[in-house]
């Protein structure tokens, strides 16, 4: 168990999650297995660090035969909290927070929204996927008879700070925000941006150098 | 323009997004300078390798004073396309779509829906944030008609093939994927998915770490 405890650097982490994506579409694929090479080259990293990254993880690929898909996808999945049932309440019940209520998380990421909570009257009250939508002010009730493992904030950028607040004041230490904006917390907690500018960025780099290939051609 | 053209490896174009995104939170915060030191402290990267990615964006640090935000912010914003102004359009206007339609990408990303396209009829023709919903149908006259550098994909799992084999179809060459599958697409075509997951990553794994701190106290 102290391994499994021990912090796990940050960088080390998002690559295990960029695994674990590919890995689920080899699955999907059907494929039984792949090397430490050939996920190295897909994602452009090197190959000596992806198989420190697993063995991270508690995996050590055969030299030949490389790993089996399905028990790297597990291995991963573990590492990272996945299988574990995550219990999670959902701020603002509009057009992103609705999205991600109905957003299947459980079954790859252990992710369970037991609740949402709402400012708008005329929004609260209400099921969304099946999950009930409560006003906000009821969340220091169910807080207090409910185990939240993680507080996701879906509210415009105004009123992330507010939600943010009353999370940790209740006792929730893991903060997911979509809002496009900065919270602060109190040492302890943890927040994450859920950033989509990440995948934009590789995306916008790659059309950039695309038109300047075509604009400039190499010789 | 040889340099701007040459093909940035993936991982060092995700390090300058997340750069990029905490030097937005300090100029908010009204931060003037930082350290390459600090950055790496902040993102759990060595400073060695922060300094290698800013200067691959065309930046040099001075030793003692370290970089102006603003300055790095810039040229970050600049290396990864974010200074250009990309048209996009956005394919599927539910709740995840109608969400993406009313984000403030424009300002920091460059990023500009020009229409959105939905192939339920009854939430077609409408304004949404005031882009355009046209019907589906109407995709291929409307890209003959306008510049469109980036198709986004937020319809629902089973119909995302469809969709991305439409963009390619009409010639649109980068395609950003929000719905949680898979789309394959030929050569010469960029595809990305908008993985809410890499985040959740991080705050799940810490959870895990937190939970055995307490189970099982270091001596």
Known sequence: MKKMASKAPAPVIRRLSNYHHLLLGLKHRQVQSISSTTLAEMLE???????????????????????????VEESIRRFLGWSLDSQAVLFGAGNLGSALLNHPWR?????RFIAAFES???????????IPVFASSYFPTFAKEHQVDIGVIAVPAEAAQDVADVLVANGIRGIWNFSPTHVKTPLGA??????FARSLAILTRRL????NDVEHPEP
Chains 1, 2 share one sequence.
């Not at 943890?190 to 950033?195: R, Y």
């Open 107 to 111: 079954e790859e990421y252990g992710l």
């Open 120 to 130: 708008s009257e005329a929004r609260a009250n209400i099921l969304i996927n099946n």
């Open 208 to 211: 950039v150098e695309s038109r």
């Open 45 to 71: 990293y090197k190959p000596v660090q992806v198989r420190k990254d697993l063995q991270l993880t508690g995996l050590v690929g055969k030299p030949r035969t490389g790993f089996q898909v399905a028990e």
């Open 190 to 195: 943890t927040v994450e941006d859920a950033l």
